[in-house]
């Protein structure tokens, strides 16, 4: 506990390949549906391009992080970009979210944290 998932590269595998990155963090603390089961401890961290804002890289610690990394997986299959997972509907209050409010910080709009 908690639990860990992840796909694509690491922020260090990514800075070693293309040192023009974007990162950013979402904490579970600042997410209801964590806040609401009491499973506050963990983190969404989302790498990508700092040109195109496709994502590199997803990581989950947390709370169902094995069931929350499909979505980091399909994003990344599908080459998808930080303005497509904001633009994807996140049901609320849900965990998912998290991956959602990471992708915002990408976009430089974070909704509920000021600085990722």
Known sequence: MPEVASVGLTEEEARKEND????????FMANGKALGIGETEGIVKIIADSNTLELLGVHILGAHASDLIAEGTLALSMEATAFEIVNTIHAHPTLAEAIAEAAEGITGKPIHLTRT
């Open 20 to 27: 023009n990155i974007k990162v950013s963090k979402f904490p």
